[in-house]
T-cell receptor, first 117, second 112 residues
Framework: ETGVTQTPRHLVMGMTNKKSLKCEQHLGHNAMYWYKQSAKKPLELMFV???????ENNSVPSRFSPECPNSSHLFLHLHTLQPEDSALYLC????????????????FGEGSRLTVL | GNSVTQMEGPVTLSEEAFLTINCTYT??????LFWYVQYPGEGLQLLLKATKADDKGSNKGFEATYRKETTSFHLEKGSVQVSDSAVYFCALRGGSARQLTFGSGTQLTVLP
């Protein structure tokens, strides 16, 4: 199995739909992240979970709702999205050192390509 | 706050050409610096990193040197291959931060 697995790889949804993106990591890491990748823009950090507790929420609209039930799984629940939310959503994981600082290296999944009609 | 600025792409080179992708940063303290690569249809992978000034990260023929005096971490490769075609991201992690700050990425296309 690959280190970080995201499903689905592609998702098309209408603005009134509710869907979820799933991420699973098999690396024994204790931090997980959601990033948004749009064309010609820097990667945007959306959420960070450290030891299953949300520690960062970078002003993300409430139509995106993360869930981290355990250290291996991360979800991004989507509802009433807008066309400008169409992007590649990347999940990543890392190991935190004692004290909660990052060790630097993020391991990414292949992403979920979302299209909102 | 922290920020990373990369040269805009796309960059198109012939096989065996020399590659430089510029990256400069703004950060408080002493950040760690990274280059990630994203091949078509894949997620980002760590290419190389450097954690203190004057360190040189290297991998797969790519190199980058952490220059504190110029706040730069330029990526270089002496002879690129078609298989190097990808998007390259410069990133930093400042101090005790958990997450990375990324640049906007540079698309590289290598022609045979």
């Amino acid at each position: 199995e690959t280190g970080v697995t995201q499903t689905p790889r592609h998702l098309v949804m209408g603005m009134t739909n509710k869907k979820s993106l799933k991420c699973e990591q098999h690396l024994g890491h204790n931090a997980m992240y959601w990033y948004k990748q749009s064309a010609k823009k820097p990667l945007e950090l959306m959420f960070v979970y450290s030891l299953e507790e949300r520690v960062e929420n970078n002003s993300v609209p409430s139509r995106f709702s993360p869930e981290c039930p355990n250290s291996s799984h991360l979800f991004l629940h989507l509802h009433t999205l807008q066309p400008e939310d169409s992007a590649l959503y990347l999940c990543a994981s890392s190991r935190l050192a004692s004290g909660g600082a990052g060790t630097g290296e993020l391991f990414f999944g292949e992403g979920s390509r979302l299209t909102v009609l | 706050g922290n920020s990373v600025t990369q040269m805009e792409g796309p960059v198109t080179l012939s096989e065996e050409a020399f590659l430089t992708i510029n990256c400069t940063y703004t950060a408080t303290g002493y950040p760690s610096l990274f280059w990630y690569v994203q091949y078509p249809g894949e997620g980002l992978q760590l290419l190389l990193k450097a954690t203190k000034a004057d360190d040189k990260g290297s991998n797969k023929g790519f190199e980058a040197t952490y220059r504190k005096e110029t706040t730069s971490f330029h990526l270089e490769k002496g002879s690129v291959q078609v298989s190097d075609s990808a998007v390259y991201f410069c990133a930093l992690r400042g101090g005790s931060a958990r997450q990375l700050t990324f640049g906007s990425g540079t698309q590289l296309t290598v022609l045979p």
